[in-house]
């Protein structure tokens, strides 16, 4: 009875194991499956086309360059390799300004007719209009409808997902905002939270111990958006004025707040391994003559390693994955960061923060899919790296 009871038990686990690691695949394969979509999504808005007049012999625009046209601040298409030609910009709303509502019919039966006669006859035009208003013998030439290419995403130094007529998907300011403030909460909290770990396993008195090592559990257990707050309220105004900034939602204030958030699982995790270190080991050592502190270096250290690692690994992922606090410190801005105090955001935050609003299938959900993707490839790189070193270490 006793064995059936453990075959059952041995099962059991078996399934529980199989079920959660193909449903851990099925949810990375969905993740990319979503994202890779985008790059099938037209440049240009979709059920919208861009036409210019016949004359021009400009036939490739990139996402960027048509939001600088549309913007103004390219004005001349020689500017993009075309004629000495000033542009003119045309939106579908502009057609009231050239065309009487008579001339454009009670049921708009003209308007692709008007659209294709001021194509033809300004020779400067670019005109952004719907897809259905484009008339059969059209007087101009439409652009080829181009798909977001791999080099618009991860070359990209612009995040407008909503800008009219191109949305404007680029990794490079959010992955740059991401690696600053996460490296930043690394290089506060790791040193910081082994040192912390090392003293509560080895030199604290037991009643040290006993008082804080529960309040610094008690830590972990707190909501991010807390931390977010305390962030927002403290950190960010002794920024602020400690270094005189314009503004205290910085990169740094976002290191910091993630430090603080990362330091209880850091130093919980890595001071339980450390006092897994066999007593017999360590009275060997201060037998042959090493003090404490050589001991802690040369015997502790090495044999708990595995689980110091563990730590390190959580630790960076929660900085890196983090959303809600984040987004409250560090100004929330998608520029490409030229300083560690300046407004950033990261890859969760803008996840966070725009999913909800982005139409379910549309190229802005897909590039929120594929964002989350490089976030799981750089966590992946990120463990990897630090079992390497680890493993190296142990060599």
């Known amino acids: 009875m006793r064995k059936f009871f453990e075959k059952i038990v041995e099962g059991g686990l078996l399934i529980s194991g199989g079920v959660t690691s193909f449903t851990i695949l099925l949810i990375v394969f969905f993740l990319f499956k979503e994202a890779s979509g985008l790059f099938n999504s037209p440049v240009v808005e979709e059920g919208y086309v861009l036409a210019v007049n016949k004359s021009n012999d400009v036939s490739h625009l990139s996402p960027e360059t048509i939001m600088d046209i549309f913007d103004a601040k390219i004005t001349n298409w020689k500017e993009v390799n075309g004629k000495d030609e000033e542009i003119l910009v045309f939106r579908f709303s502009d057609l009231t300004q050239y065309y009487?509502?008579?001339?454009?019919?009670?049921?708009?039966?003209?308007?692709?007719?008007?659209?294709?006669e001021l194509v033809s006859k300004e020779p400067?035009?670019?005109?952004?209009?719907?897809?259905?208003?484009l008339a059969k013998d059209f007087g101009g030439t439409v652009l080829p409808e181009e798909k977001i290419s791999l080099s618009d995403f991860f070359a990209g130094t612009k995040w407008y997902p909503t800008s009219a007529p191109a949305p404007i998907f680029g990794l490079i300011p959010l992955l740059l905002g991401t690696l600053l403030v996460s490296i930043g909460a690394i290089v506060l909290s790791l040193p910081f939270g082994i040192a912390v770990a090392i003293y509560l396993a080895e030199i604290a008195n037991k009643r040290t111990r006993e008082i804080l090592k529960p309040v610094i559990e008690l830590l972990a257990g707190i909501p991010s958006v807390v931390y977010g707050f305390f962030g927002l309220v403290v950190i960010v105004p002794l920024i602020q004025k400690g270094l005189n900034l314009?503004?205290?939602e910085t990169a740094f204030a976002g290191s910091v707040v993630l430090a603080i958030m990362a330091l209880p699982t850091i130093i919980t995790v890595a001071e339980d391994a450390m006092r897994t270190t066999p007593r017999a080991m360590k009275e060997a050592s201060l037998a042959l003559g090493a003090t404490q502190w050589q001991t802690i270096y040369k015997v502790i250290i090495p044999y708990s390693i595995s689980g110091i690692t563990s730590a390190i690994v959580l630790g960076i992922g929660r900085?890196?994955?983090?959303?809600?606090?984040?987004?409250?410190?560090?100004?929330?801005?998608?520029?490409?960061?030229?300083?560690f105090f300046e407004p950033?955001?990261?890859?969760?935050?803008?996840?966070?923060?725009?999913?909800?609003?982005?139409?379910?299938?549309?190229?802005?959900?897909?590039?929120?899919?594929l964002l989350g993707a490089v976030l799981f490839i750089i966590t992946l790189l990120l463990s990897i790296t630090v079992e390497y070193i680890s493993s190296k270490r142990k060599m």
């Open 100 to 116: 009487s509502e008579e001339e454009l019919g009670d049921e708009f039966q003209y308007v692709p007719d008007k659209i294709s």
């Open 124 to 133: 400067g035009i670019i005109a952004f209009f719907p897809q259905q208003y």
């Open 246 to 248: 314009p503004v205290g």
């Open 319 to 339: 900085a890196i994955g983090e959303t809600m606090a984040v987004l409250m410190v560090t100004g929330n801005a998608a520029v490409i960061p030229t300083s």
């Open 344 to 369: 950033v955001r990261t890859i969760p935050a803008t996840i966070a923060a725009e999913l909800g609003e982005a139409p379910a299938g549309g190229a802005h959900y897909q590039a929120l899919f």
